[in-house]
């Protein structure tokens, strides 16, 4: 398997732009998060689905931020509008809903950079 | 807020020697896990405990959980050069399978 997808990998933008993200899961994983990270805040949990069904999103910052997924094999994040303290590596994790199988198996992550 | 508190937030050691880091939790857990972070990628899962155990073995690796003192450590013995990451722990609680992941320790391994 070809492990969490995601892209694009690094982003530039400008303030007020419209940023998407995007997360192809592993095959067979139910569950889908997404996850910022910061030097400041650390790694914070945004958002995550189950079965593509938002399960909890109190982590998402403001209402300029938005997630979907729209089947079981891609998600996206959007930022609408961007700002420079959105600036942060976003990560996309999935992972299976089997018995004893806890783990989440982390995307490479795409750096966000907003000028 | 951070569910996990790593100490030390920093370790610089040398190749061969064993580092140790420390978690803290605050509620009580379904199960820990330890995740490892290279520089610039995505995060590595490790090992997992559940709140039944107390300790658990791979490799190198050992961990610990004492759920008294809301606690873990990771142990990771002849450490390599290899080793320099960040690592992290994690918890699951209640029901579902949301991670909450601690502040990390940035373990430095010089030759």
């Known amino acids: 398997d070809a492990g969490v997808i995601q892209s694009p990998r690094h982003e530039v933008t400008e303030m007020g732009q419209e940023v998407t993200l995007r997360c192809k899961p592993i095959?067979?994983?139910?569950?889908l998060f997404w996850y910022r990270q910061t030097m400041m805040r650390g790694l914070e949990l945004l958002i995550y689905?189950?079965?593509?069904?938002?399960?909890?999103d109190s982590g998402m910052p403001e209402d300029r931020f938005s997630a979907k997924m729209p089947n079981a094999s891609f998600s996206t994040l959007k930022i609408q509008p961007s700002e420079p303290r959105d600036s942060a590596v976003y990560f996309c994790?999935?992972?299976?809903?089997?018995?004893?199988?806890?783990?989440?198996?982390f995307g490479p992550g795409t750096r966000l950079t907003v000028l | 807020s951070q569910q996990g508190e790593e100490d030390p937030q920093a370790l610089s050691i040398q190749e061969g020697e064993n580092a140790t880091m420390n978690c803290s939790y605050k509620?009580?857990?379904?199960?820990l896990q330890w995740y490892r972070q290279n520089s610039g990628r995505g995060l590595v899962h490790l090992i997992l405990?559940?709140?039944?155990?107390r300790e658990k073995h791979s490799g190198r690796l050992r961990v610990t959980l004492d759920t008294s003192k809301k606690s873990s450590s990771l142990l990771i013995t002849a450490s390599r050069a290899a080793d320099t990451a960040s690592y992290f722990c994690?918890?699951?609680?209640?029901?579902?399978?949301?991670?909450?992941f601690g502040t990390g320790t940035q373990l430095k391994v010089e030759l």
């Open positions: 405990i559940r709140s039944n155990e």
């Open positions: 095959s067979g994983h139910n569950s």
């Open positions: 509620t009580s857990i379904n199960n």
């Open positions: 994690a918890t699951i609680t209640g029901g579902g399978n949301k991670l909450t």
């Open positions: 994790a999935s992972s299976s809903d089997r018995p004893d199988t806890d783990t989440q198996y």
């Open positions: 689905f189950n079965n593509n069904v938002p399960i909890d």
